[in-house]
């Protein structure tokens, strides 16, 4: 078994409810199964012993016959429990052995007001309320219903009151938009409509455009406390003054109904057409999320659990389902405003477990905040993170900046309503990857002939029958698409769409989607929404939204939108604004793209359709496996190209005043090429932790510091400038990134790499020293290179050298050029300099016999092309040398210090030097022409980028030991 670099696995305090459970099965089979691996091998060989000893063990409330457990053997067909009857919001509300009725059960957490907070008696009562008043508004047993609101304890009453009735619930948040609510909704054709308008702009015209598009809808109930509507024909009610109604009479009867009585209506994210409308049963659901709960999760009677979803996310329903374990659920309705805000929510309500995305840690991990450090997590226990791949560094950061909670790594999907891969309570957290497989789920890798693979990615697919399998989808009577979504390519085996390594003793990672779903930090977006989103601009004749690897954020993506125009149009500053405006306005933020790019033709089929993965292919310059199948080939370079030349940053404006820096930034956050001050930042495609970034440039840039809560209810371009205007800046030169006693340390960032960008590096080293950056421009007034002289000159007269200590210079990249030349001239001048360290510096080509510069320029050609961004570095350099003018202001900068850099034959430094660099690098033999102390110090992963998040804490114990080497580490005098 692989163990982790930190053993986040602890000792539970008690043993694991899965020891329990198993304890039970090794009764009542005399097997052995402690074993993990052979646990889950039995769960999914024999289910009809698993399933019923697992319905019986979890105590949840239900009548009838466990038996059949299971019809068959396909998981297209099979049902299970056909003879039982359950009713979900009982199971979820009744008075539990050893749990308080009058402990929480439910707090509804708000950004701009005291939390709502339920007991479990109260929960229960209210719910008992709701059922009623909705009963009286004629739901019944089978009717639908769609609530339209942000997560608050309100709409977890009302959803359970319509689960109380056997009422089908389907949910979605309001920003979403009418057009894509509709495309949702509309097949639901529900009886009932909730809706909550405090985050809607226009509430009346959304009332209005929403019960237009759902005629089958007999009465509207408002979950806000804003004027009632008038819309016609059609009742209007508040939910408030219908619960307190119908305290006053008899309560409705919560009926209990067969295993797969529709429960939940989910959306698919609408690859190819509509969003596909999922049913999900009450019993599939219920006995999934309990296993997920209490299994995996270890989630306890008494624990408290808050998990940041919204109600358009299935994660929002699997939250529900921990009123069944007696757990405490806390919901949150606001914005995440930055890195600390989900903390804050799990320290003021002493979350036991809190469930949280990729995307949000890294965040945390950019803004360098340090969540154990600011608030009290004393009460929390596990960390579960989904909706996008974990990477092995944010296991690093959560165990050094949170503590040593489990990272639970979880994955599965709406069209299962749970989990494939998930946590495990007695095994140990594999950096990077989900401990176990679902129990009871046949999950495996297959390759394209479906024969499994063990340690290979292949397809994930699930190959035995599982009871939160989709009842059924909507509006397919005859089960086609059904059909056609899961099991075309392999019949009667379940195949999900994602892409999956499963290791031996269990462990999984997921690789993201195979099919055309796109995943943008974690949000799965179907491209048809946006398709039909843009036929509201007529100068889009026809678009292609595909994934592309972020190419400044390793590890993420983003979305680039490929547009034709129609005859005449062409793709300025408004055209772009528009299209991001009606996809914010028609569809959602998420559905905005990052980068949006006019091409002559799409890459298309013999027989005519768009060929989404020959475009992603394109856009990210990976080999195209199916050029033969294009009518059209030559189109994937001139996409290639095209994204290539409008990925380049926006130029700058020859000016560096405060305006003109805070319309860069602006521009370049939300990559654009020009600006408007009425441009509304989250309208634009904005997302919370793009403002956060942009906030923290203006910041870093201007010394303005604006805070987002401030800022964010007004996103404009021209709040912003006004508000930078107020601000009072602060003090430019040389930043401090670690405070400490003694002898300094003064890091020289590499040309184009801001003081900020060294934060997390500075925070990572073992030294009790200070740590400071300085500020690096080798640009003339004129816009030229300075020479190395001149540009060290700079170095030197903002470096504020220590009158009785000595010090360290750090320099990287090219800063590391200036950093040796700055330790020579010191130490002719008599100042004392112990040592410089390098990090992956270049030498200056002048200073080189010629066999040692042209080992260097073919190593690092050889670099390039081992790099897993090979294609996008070959470009790059291909349009340093040839296409200087397509580059952006700041490579641009870099290309030609570099040229002036390599002219110049820098000064010798006689004392203590130390290279960091990539394995069998000549660069360090370079070196010692003019550090003859230089000691090469190998950095695994160093290469196109060694300041990547994933390398950080490796960089940063290398360079911790080169300077307690020097003699100006931890505890040196």
């Known amino acids: ?55 019986e063990w979890t105590g949840l409330p239900w009548s009838g016959s466990a038996d059949p457990v299971v019809t068959g053997t396909d998981v297209e067909t099979a049902r299970f429990f056909p003879g039982v009857r359950l009713n979900y919001a009982e199971a979820l509300l009744r008075p539990l052995d050893g749990v308080d009725d009058d402990a929480p059960a439910l707090t509804g957490v ?32 089978g009717d639908r219903v769609v609530a339209v609101a942000p997560s608050t304890a309100d709409v977890v009453v009302a959803a359970l009151s319509v689960a109380a009735l056997g009422g089908t619930l389907s949910t979605a948040t309001p920003d979403m938009g009418t057009t894509a609510l509709l495309g949702r909704f509309e097949q639901v054709e529900p009886v009932l409509v909730l809706l ?70 989910m959306f698919s994210s609408g690859t190819t057409g509509p969003p596909k409308a999922m049913v999900h049963g009450a019993g599939g ?78 965040l945390c991990q950019d803004e360098g905040y340090r969540p154990a450090e600011a608030v009290d997590l004393s009460a929390l226990r596990a960390v579960l993170s989904t909706g996008a791949v974990l990477h092995e560094w944010q296991f690093d950061w959560v165990a050094e900046a949170v503590g040593p909670q489990p990272l639970q790594s979880i994955s599965g999907g709406t069209d299962i309503i749970g989990c494939f891969v998930l946590g495990h309570p007695e095994l140990p957290v594999r950096r990077g990857r989900s401990q176990a497989r679902s129990l009871g789920l046949d999950v495996v890798a297959v390759d394209g002939s479906g024969v499994e693979v063990v340690g290979r990615i292949g397809e994930l697919v699930c190959r035995r029958p599982f009871p939160s399998r989709p009842v059924a989808f909507l509006r397919d009577s005859d089960g086609a698409r059904f059909h056609d979504a899961y099991f075309a390519e392999h019949p009667g085996v379940w195949t999900h769409g994602d892409l999956v390594d499963v290791d031996a003793d269990g462990s999984a990672r997921v690789h993201g989607r195979s099919d055309g779903v796109l995943n943008i930090d974690g949000i799965r977006i179907g491209p048809s929404e946006i398709y039909a989103a843009l036929h509201a601009v007529p100068e889009v004749v026809e678009a292609l939204a595909v ?9 993420a993506t983003r979305m680039v939108l490929l547009v034709l125009l129609a005859a005449g149009a062409v793709l300025d500053g408004r055209l772009d604004r528009e299209i991001r405006a009606t996809l914010r306005r028609r569809a959602s933020a998420a559905h905005v793209p990052s980068l949006v790019v006019a091409v002559p033709e799409l890459p298309l089929t013999h027989n005519g359709k768009r060929s989404e993965r020959a475009a992603r292919d394109a856009v990210n310059g990976d080999p195209v496996g199916n050029r033969s199948a294009l009518r059209n080939p030559g189109s994937l370079e001139t996409v290639r190209a095209a994204v290539l030349a409008a990925v380049v940053a926006p130029a700058a404006d020859g000016d560096d005043d405060a305006p003109t820096v805070v319309r860069r930034l602006w521009r370049q956050a939300l990559g654009l090429a020009d600006s408007h001050p009425d441009d509304d930042f989250f309208d634009l495609g904005g997302t919370s932790r793009q403002l956060v970034s942009l906030l923290h440039r203006v910041r870093e840039d201007l010394g303005a510091d604006v805070p987002v809560s401030e800022f964010a209810p007004r996103p404009t371009l021209a709040e912003l400038l006004r508000r930078v205007a107020a601000a009072a800046p602060t003090p430019a030169g040389v930043r401090l990134l670690r ?144 296409a200087p003018a397509t580059l952006s202001p700041e490579r641009l900068a870099h290309v030609r210090a570099h040229a002036a850099f390599d002219a110049h034959r820098p000064g010798r430094f006689g004392g203590a030097a130390v290279h960091l660099g990539p394995p069998r690098s000549p660069v360090p033999a370079a070196w010692r022409r003019v550090l003859p102390g230089l000691v090469a110090v190998e950095v695994p992963g160093a290469g196109s980028d060694v300041l990547a998040p994933g390398g950080l804490p490796e960089l940063a114990g290398r360079l911790s030991a080169a300077l307690a080497g020097a003699g100006v580490g931890a505890g040196k005098p």
């Open 196 to 265: 909550d308008r405090r985050t809607v702009d226009d509430p009346d015209g959304t009332v209005a455009a929403l019960l237009a598009g759902l005629p089958t809808a007999r009465s509207v109930v408002l979950v806000d406390d804003l004027p009632l509507p008038e819309p016609a024909g059609i009742p209007a009610h508040r939910w408030a003054d219908l619960s307190s109604e119908a305290g006053d009479g008899p309560p409705a009867g919560w009926p209990r109904l067969p295993f797969d009585h529709p429960l939940f209506v």
């Open 1 to 55: 078994m692989a163990v982790p670099t930190v053993d986040t696995a602890g000792t539970p305090p008690q043993p694991a409810q899965l020891a329990g459970f198993r304890r039970q099965l090794e009764e009542r089979t005399g097997l052995d199964l402690r074993d993990p691996v052979v646990l889950h091998r039995f769960s999914v060989e024999q289910p009809a012993v698993f399933w019923h000893a697992l319905l």
């Open 547 to 555: 994934e592309q690897r972020h190419p400044h954020r390793p590890g």
């Open 739 to 882: 405070e400490g006693d003694g002898a300094p340390v003064f890091l020289v960032p590499d040309v184009g790499r801001a003081p900020a960008d060294y934060a997390d590096l500075a925070r990572l080293l073992d030294t009790d020293r200070p740590v400071h950056a300085l500020p690096v421009d080798a640009t003339a007034a004129d816009g030229s290179a300075l020479s190395l002289a001149d540009a060290g000159a700079r170095v030197l007269a903002a470096l504020p050298l220590p009158a009785d200590a000595p010090c360290v210079l750090v320099g990287h990249g090219l800063g590391g050029v200036l950093a040796a030349e700055v330790a020579a001239r010191l130490e002719a001048e008599g100042a004392d300099v112990s040592a410089v360290v390098l990090i992956d510096a270049p030498p200056p080509a002048a200073a080189l016999p010629r066999h040692l510069a042209a080992r260097i320029r073919w190593s690092g050609r050889l670099t390039a092309l081992r790099a897993p961004d090979r294609a996008d570095l070959l470009l790059q350099r291909f349009a340093e040398r040839f």
């Open 110 to 141: 708000h950004a701009d007001g005291p939390a709502d907070c339920y007991t479990r008696a109260e929960l229960r009562a209210a719910v008992q309320r709701g059922a009623t008043a909705l009963a009286r508004l004629g739901l019944a047993a």
């Open 285 to 362: 659901t219920l006995l999934e999320h309990v296993k997920e709960h209490r299994l995996h999760g270890d989630l306890r009677a008494g624990e408290t659990l808050y998990f940041h979803t919204t109600t358009a996310w299935m994660m929002w329903n699997w939250q529900l389902s921990a009123l069944a374990v007696g757990a405490h659920v806390v919901v949150y309705d606001g914005p995440v405003t930055g890195p600390a805000t989900l903390w804050e929510i799990a320290a003021d309500h002493r979350v036991q477990v809190l469930g949280t995305s990729p995307p949000y840690l890294q």
